[in-house]
Structure formats: C-alpha cells, structure tokens
C-alpha cells in the first residue's frame, strides 16, 4: 500500500538535553523506538521522511526496507532544543512538509547559563538556575502553517477524562491537529496506551502497543492528506 507516496512528512524523535557544564547534562527518558517505528511505517507506504533524532536515539536502519526507502529518508541528528531549533529555521526552513509528526521529547527547562569547563566535585550543594526553552510546536506551526501537525503528551498517572482535557488544552493551544494522549505508567517495552484526541475533542483512535500507534498515525495521516 503505497498511499503516502510523494508526500513529504517530518518526524522529530528521541531526547534533548540541556547541558550543565562541558560532560554534565540533563535529559530524559525518551530511546526513539516509538517515532522509528513511525518512521518505517510511513516509508512502507511510499512517503519521504526527514527524521531529526536525539543524540544516541534508535533510529531507522532503512537498509532493513526496499531498496527505494533510502532515497527517501533523510536523517537529522541534533542534540539540545536550540541544535533542533536551529535546524528548523535555517535547514528546513524552505522545505514544505504536509504533515509533521513531533514526538521528540522536548526538555521544558534548561540549565541557564552552562558552564564552559567542568563544575569542580568538591562543593556539598549546588545550585543551578533553570530557564524555560521555546515552545518548538509553536515554530513548526508558524513555519509550515499548512502541514497537518500531530503532537504528543505524556502525562503521569492522569485518568482517561484527565489525560483527554489536558491533550485538548494542548491541541488549541499550540495549533496542533492531532494530540496522542499517554500516561507514562502505561508504557513498558512493547506496551504503549494512548489515545488519539481531535479538534473536536473527540477519541479518534485507541491503541496499546507502539506497533498500533505507528500504523494508526499513518491511517490518519493518510486519510487527512487525501482529503486536501
């Protein structure tokens, strides 16, 4: 099935850091398996992937494909929110995606001013002042205003009515058209709860494993780019 074909989409996955000193940072938990699944399920169908990956991420091994997937995969790696904004402004700035799928897990906070060498060992308290990064869905959206935009939000330990309102809030407010809803505490290996919330407030998809959401994501994609 090769109903994606000709369509340029752009995938954003794995973890960011923020950097303490010159080997010290911050990050978190994200490994890329999820966005490479996505990635190989939206080459399978005929579509060219720009995949920009956090450092040590998974990431696709087209050679496991057809021979074309190559061609039609390109691979960014950056490392902090600034590496990806950078790249979104000035690399990818004047290229037109029709639907971007931002599954990259964004650090909300950076260390504010890091420091050039390494911070000493020998202090029993240290105190490092953190600042809030730019809202990267919001430059995705001012960037390509016409992409169909689908993003994430992973919640801890919310019920299903809890995690839907917040997956909402997010929706409008950042102009995304699809939010996948998770808990944290209902992924584990392969399992992978969430749920698909719309513009209209309303479940348009349930899954339970990462194989789901990667084959959903695409069906739904597919299904907004024939109708534009």
Not at 162 to 176: D, F, P, V
């Amino acid at each position: 099935m090769k109903d994606l074909e000709e369509k340029n989409i752009m995938i954003t996955s794995g973890p960011t850091r923020g950097y303490i000193d010159a080997v010290r940072y911050i990050g978190n938990k994200s490994t890329g398996r999820l966005g490479t699944l996505i990635a190989y399920e939206l080459l399978k169908r005929g579509a060219h992937v720009t995949f920009v990956s956090g450092t040590e991420s998974i990431t696709p091994d087209v050679t496991l494909l057809d021979k074309n997937s190559s061609h039609r995969f390109t691979l960014i790696e950056i490392e902090t929110v600034d590496d990806l904004l950078k790249v979104m402004q000035e690399k990818l700035n004047e290229r037109s995606f029709d639907a971007i799928v931002h599954g990259m897990a964004i650090l909300d906070y950076t260390p504010e001013r890091p420091c050039g060498g390494k911070i000493a060992s020998n202090k029993d308290k240290l105190t490092i002042t953190f600042i809030k990064t730019p809202k990267i869905i919001k430059q995705m959206r001012a960037l390509w205003p016409h992409a169909f935009l689908i993003s994430f939000k992973l919640e801890v330990g919310l019920s299903e009515d809890e995690l839907i309102e917040r997956a909402y809030t997010s929706l409008m407010k950042n102009g995304a058209d699809i939010v996948v809803a998770n808990n944290q505490n209902e992924i584990k290996g392969d399992v992978h709860r969430a749920c698909f919330i719309n513009s209209r407030k309303q479940i348009e998809s349930r899954c339970e494993t990462k194989h789901d959401i990667s084959r959903s994501l695409a069906d739904v994609i597919s299904r907004q780019l024939r109708c534009t």
